[in-house]
């Protein structure tokens, strides 16, 4: 096999003009940017605040609720965003019942200890 000889390229160097022009704009002071430390009520700032959600799984059970019943002629972002409005109702709704659930089980091993003492 040959061997061959690899090229070595010269590296290409900007115009003296553009590299001037670039490094004045490098050196050139840069503009501070003023910032008030007043909060105001409609500033971009205060309402572009991302909002999350406090329960997600429920959040979750709505979007499948919904899919499973084929979405009934909304879109999805629709159905998205109704379920991410619904979404703490159905956090404290489903809390609710949880507690009544733990609630009647107690009773149920309550009864059960006492049949089981006679």
């Not at 003009?17 to 700032?45: D, E, T, Y």
């Not at 499948?64 to 159905?79: D, E, N, P, S, V």
């Not at 309550?110 to 089981?116: R, Y």
């Amino acid at each position: 096999m040959k061997k061959t000889k690899k090229r070595k390229t010269k590296k290409q160097s900007l115009p003296t003009k553009i590299k001037k022009a670039f490094q004045s704009k490098l050196k050139s002071p840069r503009k501070s940017l003023k910032f008030s430390s007043k909060k105001h009520k409609n500033s971009p700032l205060t309402l572009a605040k991302p909002t999350r959600l406090k329960d997600p799984a429920s959040y979750y059970h709505c979007l499948c609720q919904q899919a499973q019943a084929g979405f009934r002629g909304k879109k999805i972002t629709q159905a998205c965003q109704e379920c991410k409005h619904s979404a703490p109702l159905l956090g404290i709704q489903r809390k609710k019942e949880v507690q009544k659930l733990v609630g009647a089980y107690k009773q149920l091993g309550i009864s059960l200890s006492k049949l089981l003492d006679y």
